[in-house]
């Protein structure tokens, strides 16, 4: 499976917006050559493939900077925590930040090969007036998303023989995750059988390796029951509580089986469901023999953020799956000068981010 390792951002680059051109959704603006949309900087993607995020930025006298995304004028396939944004000022520039973007449809997950970021000029000729800016090319930077993840993994006795390769398959998620945030992501992990252990965030996979080798298995032959709720929410809680300089914090649980182990089952459903955290749910059918599809599907956020295995040995792709999921979360940057302007006169700047992006769906046959 193609690896694509994009938590990024962009910013402005030096070129002019090409003339041949698609219409961006603004149907409120009277010129046919307003809203174009530039020839990609990327191989593998056309213009027909932009998905477009519009916000505004103001800076005005007496006030800190402000960035709001445009609902109405944004393609339906970004998702984002808010709309709302304070951008810091860094110097000679300020910073604008919009983090936690997910492109996705009910079909579909999106990954960007590239983005492009353009500002708005009424005063510039119809065919011209979104641009990049050149100035700031010479401030470009580049962030990966800083992310915590939260990984929840039933190791109950019904996974027989094939616990071993449950715990590599958490190990390798774990090393992949750190790798993929570029050394500013952390790692939490939460075993549960008929215990529930909760390990600290680390950003070194040996604390992963220890934990797995420390947690107090059950034996294979025992009668266990799987705590499965008290687990998602042991995790739940660990997000909560982590003072950690990151851009977003997501769970992502494993099991074989139903939860037949946790009190108030019923009320723990609900509170999962309640949590404002991304989740992801990874199913192993055949072992468990409880193994409920629905309600596995219930605990994650979407159907698109659940999937499953058939056997241990495609559960390693199910594991990497995720991982490319989480992976696939932008953060847009974008450098102004520190210029101010009057809000008596001034309108907010109209930008937008140009994402390139092509479909992907986990192929689960």
């Not at 930025?57 to 609902?71: A, H, K, L, S």
């Not at 999106?110 to 492009?116: E, F, K, L, Q, S």
């Not at 302007?341 to 700047?349: A, H, K, S, V």
Request: negative net charge; contains cysteine; proline residues 4%.
């Amino acid at each position: 499976m193609k690896n694509f390792r994009i938590a990024a951002l962009l910013s402005l680059a030096a070129v002019l917006a090409f003339s041949s051109c698609k219409k961006d959704d603004d149907t409120t603006v009277p010129s046919a050559n307003v809203d174009e949309i530039p020839e990609p900087g990327c191989i593998g993607v056309t213009r027909d493939d932009a998905i477009v995020l519009r916000f505004d930025y103001t800076y005005y006298q007496g006030e800190e900077p402000r960035v709001e995304i445009v609902r109405t004028r944004t393609d339906e396939r970004v998702k984002y925590d808010t709309t709302v944004f304070f951008p810091t000022v860094e110097g000679n520039k300020v910073v604008i930040r919009i983090p936690n973007i997910r492109l996705s449809d009910d079909d579909f997950n999106y990954t960007a090969n590239c983005v492009t970021i353009e500002e708005r000029d009424d005063t510039r000729p119809a065919n011209d007036r979104w641009f990049e800016q050149t100035e700031f090319k010479n401030q470009e930077e580049f962030s990966q998303t800083r992310m915590a993840t939260q990984l929840v993994v039933d190791v109950s006795s019904s996974l027989g023989e094939d616990r071993e390769k449950v715990k590599q398959y958490a190990l390798d998620f774990a090393e992949q995750t750190l790798s993929g945030s570029g050394g500013a992501g952390f790692i939490g992990l939460t075993l549960f059988a008929d215990t529930v252990i909760t390990y600290p965030f680390t950003n070194q996979v040996s604390d992963i390796a220890t934990a797995l080798n420390s947690f107090p298995y059950p034996d294979l032959n025992a009668q266990t029951f799987t705590r499965l709720s008290d687990g998602i929410l042991s995790g739940l809680n660990a997000l909560e509580n982590a003072d950690l300089d990151v851009d977003d914090k997501v769970l992502v649980a494993f099991t074989d089986g139903n939860d037949n182990g946790s009190n108030n089952p019923t009320g723990n459903q609900q509170m999962i469901q309640a949590s404002e955290f991304p989740r992801y749910m990874i199913g192993l059918k055949g072992k468990g023999l409880e193994y409920n599809t629905n309600y596995l599907k219930s605990l994650a956020s979407s159907e698109n953020f659940f999937v499953e295995a058939e056997d241990a040995d495609e559960l390693q792709a199910r594991f990497n799956d995720i991982n490319e999921l989480i992976a696939n979360i932008y953060t847009v940057i974008y450098n102004r000068s520190t210029q101010t302007f009057n809000p008596d006169i001034d309108e907010p700047i109209s930008l937008r981010a140009i994402f390139y992006a092509t479909p992907y769906r986990i192929d689960q046959n």
